[in-house]
């Protein structure tokens, strides 16, 4: 019983901080602040893999952090259009949050996929429609 108490209490604080993080990030948004917005990103070069990412996005513009070495090697690549959202396929859904959406971009060097939080999508749309 005691461990059942102690579960609940500790997924009632990670609920209220995941909520304080989005209200947070939506406040430094709406005063026109620089605001990370935590992403997946599955690029051409990197086959079949999800890169952990930041877009960093504010009045002077977006561009990434890379939040893992592979990730470091990997840029944008130029003429970057959206083509569409979606929500993950079942199979996606198993590598990365299934309640997420994907934008998908297409570009030169090939498609490009960006997963991110359906709360956060119009910051990435945003964002990307901007670049």
């Not at 504010?58 to 952090?65: D, L, N, R, V």
């Not at 971009?105 to 960006?114: A, D």
Request: charged content about 20%; hydrophobic content about 40%.
């Amino acid at each position: 019983m005691i461990e059942l108490v102690v579960a609940l209490s500790v997924a009632g604080v990670t609920a209220w901080l995941f909520r304080r993080r989005v209200k947070q990030r939506a406040d430094s948004a709406a005063q026109g602040d620089v605001i990370k917005i935590p992403c997946l990103l599955r690029h051409p070069s990197v086959e079949g893999r999800w890169l952990r990412e930041r877009l960093v996005t504010g009045p002077s513009g977006s561009a990434w952090e890379p939040r893992t070495k592979a990730g470091a090697a990997v840029s944008l690549p130029e003429g970057l259009r959206q083509v569409g959202v979606r929500s993950p396929s079942w199979r996606e859904a198993l590598k990365i949050n299934g309640g997420s959406r994907i934008v998908e971009c297409s570009s030169p060097e090939g498609p490009l996929l960006v997963a991110v939080m359906p709360n956060e999508l119009d910051y990435v749309l945003t964002a990307l429609n901007n670049s």
